[in-house]
């Protein structure tokens, strides 16, 4: 079945250590997204990408870094430069973005559950 | 600023009653998509109703129905017939063309947390 995968689902992290997020799709997806949601708060934007090699900074883009080196992979990395990482990731995936799929929705992944111990 | 505003950050209903969850946003292209989701306590999120900047009818999918007033910018969701399974964080979003075009990205609001009382 088609969809986005991301794992692991759970992930602890030691304080001072970089971690990488998985994300994959096979949705023959263009757009990438990462986001983070901290409890009971909304999603904010991390980092996106358009197309292979590029990707851009969300709001939120401090302390991550991403790549984009196929069309089906984009994972975050979270490095120790980000003071509070603790939090729940979700990567979506989306059609295109030309004006002619603005009306497409944005597929998830199940999450990471990211805890510095 | 804040892009979508959601202002109700929790709300109770009555099962069978009809519950309508507010949304804001703001944007100054002409061309954009709102949509809403829906979060269960497994953190899923799932899509569940799509209105664009140039549909002339409100969306409707189901139970769901989608109150959009562009001049207000506002995109209410409105849920018919409240379930127990409807408990969830809802979040409101929008997909938006940068000025110079080609890129997008989708922003959320902070949700709102709906419970139905049986």
């Known amino acids: 079945d088609g969809g986005i995968t991301q794992s692991p689902k759970y992930l602890f992290r030691k304080e001072g250590q970089n971690v990488t997020l998985s994300c994959e799709q096979n949705l023959n997806h263009d757009a990438m997204y990462w986001y983070r949601q901290d409890p009971g708060q909304g999603l904010r934007l991390i980092y996106y990408s358009q197309i292979v090699n590029d990707f851009q900074k969300g709001d939120i883009a401090e302390g991550y870094s991403v790549s984009r080196e196929k069309k089906e992979s984009f994972p975050l990395t979270v490095t120790s430069a980000q003071k509070n990482p603790t939090a729940f990731y979700l990567c979506?995936?989306?059609?295109?973005?030309?004006?002619?799929?603005?009306?497409?929705?944005?597929?998830f992944g199940q999450g990471t559950r990211l805890t510095v111990v | 600023a804040q892009k979508i505003t959601q202002t109700q950050p929790g709300m109770f209903v009555q099962e069978k009653e009809a519950v309508t969850l507010d949304c804001t946003y703001d944007?100054?292209?002409?061309?954009?998509?709102l949509f809403w989701y829906k979060q269960p306590s497994s953190g899923e999120m799932i899509f569940l109703i799509y209105q664009g900047s140039y549909d002339q009818q409100n969306a409707t999918e189901g139970r769901y129905s989608l109150n959009f007033q562009k001049a207000r910018k506002s995109a209410n969701l409105v849920i018919s017939a409240s379930q127990l399974g409807d408990s969830a964080m809802y979040f409101c979003?929008?997909?938006?063309?940068?000025?110079?075009?080609?890129?997008?990205?989708?922003?959320f609001g902070t949700g709102t947390k709906l419970q139905v009382i049986p």
């Open positions: 979506a995936s989306s059609i295109g973005w030309g004006q002619e799929n603005m009306n497409t929705e944005a597929f």
């Open positions: 944007t100054s292209d002409p061309s954009y998509g």
């Open positions: 979003a929008m997909r938006e063309a940068f000025p110079s075009g080609g890129y997008q990205k989708v922003t």
